[in-house]
């Protein structure tokens, strides 16, 4: 089935630093792929998404690639600020098998001053 | 315009209880998806509704169960809580066009189920 496996948290760095959470996929048919970000106490946020292979999701610095070959989708940020201080997840959506979401157990994201 | 809306915020309860949560969808969605988080886990998929009916379901038993009304709100239900029900519960929406085939849900706050 549909699975999908992020890299272990938490990750700390300090502010201006570069960010990579890696995220690879299995998925049988050619889902779309979708980072969400959740800040504490709130529910998800859509933070980018890309529903083809070599497409670059990108939105408030942050950016990810559909890569079809590796079947990943690894999230990056050139320099991280405090306030992106929060869980990352990565989710698929296979159209081929309706609505639902698979989500990633999640990545813990803390920027240090 | 408002987002996704859920009700309540948080609610504790205890073991063998009955529960309904809530929620409005977005402004243009019909369809409603529920969603379980654990503590330190990504979201489940419970179950999703549109037109009324259930579309699709997850891996959950039949003590949890949902309901879509004719203006698109939905509310799950769960009988006979678990300690193991606790967790948050996410509602997300989504509009049933072209684009929603790349399932672009928008979620709500949650409700934070507490079982005692």
């Known amino acids: 089935g549909n699975s999908v496996t992020q890299m272990e948290g938490p990750v700390t760095l300090s502010e201006e630093a570069f960010l990579t959470i890696n995220c690879t996929y299995t998925?049988?048919?050619?889902?779309?792929l979708f980072w969400y970000v959740q800040y504490p106490g709130e529910g998800l946020q859509l933070l980018l998404k890309a529903t083809k292979a070599d497409d670059k999701g990108s939105n408030k610095g942050f950016e990810a690639t559909y890569r079809k070959e590796t079947t990943s989708f690894h999230l990056e940020k050139g320099s991280v600020q405090v306030s992106d201080s929060a869980v990352y997840f990565c989710a698929l959506s296979d159209p081929n098998q309706g609505g639902k979401l698979i989500f990633g157990q999640g990545t813990e994201l803390s920027v240090k001053p | 315009d408002a987002g996704v809306t859920q009700s309540p915020t948080h609610l504790i309860k205890t073991r063998g209880q009955q529960v309904t949560l809530r929620c409005s969808p977005k402004s243009g969605h019909d369809t409603v998806s529920w969603y379980q988080q654990a503590l330190g886990q990504g979201p489940q998929f419970i179950f999703q509704?549109?037109?009324?009916?259930?579309?699709q379901r997850g891996n959950f038993p039949d003590r949890f169960s949902g309901h879509q009304f004719p203006n698109y709100s939905s509310e799950l239900n769960v009988n006979a809580l678990l300690l193991g029900d606790s967790a948050l519960y996410l509602c997300?929406?989504?509009?049933?066009?072209?684009?929603?085939?790349?399932?672009?849900?928008?979620f709500g706050p949650g409700t934070r189920l507490t079982v005692l």
């Open positions: 998925a049988t048919g050619y889902p779309s």
């Open positions: 997300a929406s989504s509009p049933t066009t072209q684009a929603s085939l790349y399932n672009e849900q928008f």
């Open positions: 509704y549109y037109e009324e009916e259930e579309r």
